[in-house]
């Protein structure tokens, strides 16, 4: 199988790592800070160098902004940032031996900011050198497109698009996991939403709803539950490519304003069926 680091970005999306989708530990992380590190990690991605030893990136305040906010201040980046730097995630990966290794790594391992609020402002960044080799051997991947990422404002729904765009192409359509994996690979915070109706109401439907309707992936998902008063136990996604016209809708839906739009897409939730 062909490496990540040999595809190429095209219409579909870039080739997001398996191994940066199925990180653990990034429950501090919130959509925006999410989307922006997409866009840091297709930028280094797209350059080639991303194997290079030495390799560090320059790309202006700008461009990372500009699908986020029409706001002129850089701060709301420089906050992404910081956390991109502090925050320690998880990464399961295989060694040159294909034996599984677990990392435990900072997204970033630097940044240097210009300390101007222009649009020639730039910000140089660089990967840390550990994670950029488990990547280099990465041979499973998703195309992410940094403008649905951007569109989106739950965390949740990031992770659930991600988890899709990894598994889109896949023989089967369906997949089982644990509850307690589910939580992990969807960023929640340990212990929140222990009860299966919050899990649902806070997590679940803000990620159905943003990803069916602001990406081009449908998704259903159901909570199975061994009976009525038992605690929610395992966790079936099932997705598909969209198709006509409700492609079309995700579509123009992204092109609109953000205004309005949490309310626009409430008017269409679909129902979450816990069984």
Known sequence: MSLTLSQKTNAAGFP??????????AHQLEASDRAIQNMLFQHAHDSGRMSNPDAEWEITF????RPLSKHESN???RASLDKLMSIQVVVHYLNARGEPRTMKTHLLEFTDTDDRDGDNATVLFGIPKKL????????????????????????YAISLYEMVCLRINMHTCIE???IERF????????????DGQDFRRKVIEPAVLEVNKLSDMHVDIELKR??????VHEVVVVWRKQEGEEFRAS??????SKVGRKARLRGKIEAITVA
């Open 16 to 25: 997001k790592p398996s191994e940066l989708i199925e990180i653990t530990g």
């Open 62 to 65: 700008a461009e990372i902004r």
């Open 75 to 77: 701060d709301r980046v």
């Open 132 to 155: 950029r080799t488990a990547l280099a051997r990465s041979n499973r991947w998703g195309r992410v497109r940094c403008e649905v990422t951007y569109a989106m404002t739950s965390k």
């Open 176 to 178: 089982h996991f644990t």
């Open 183 to 194: 939580r992990e690979l969807m960023g929640v915070p340990p212990n929140a939403y222990a």
């Open 226 to 231: 061994k009976h009525a008063r038992a605690p």
């Open 251 to 256: 579509m123009q839906e992204r092109d609109r």
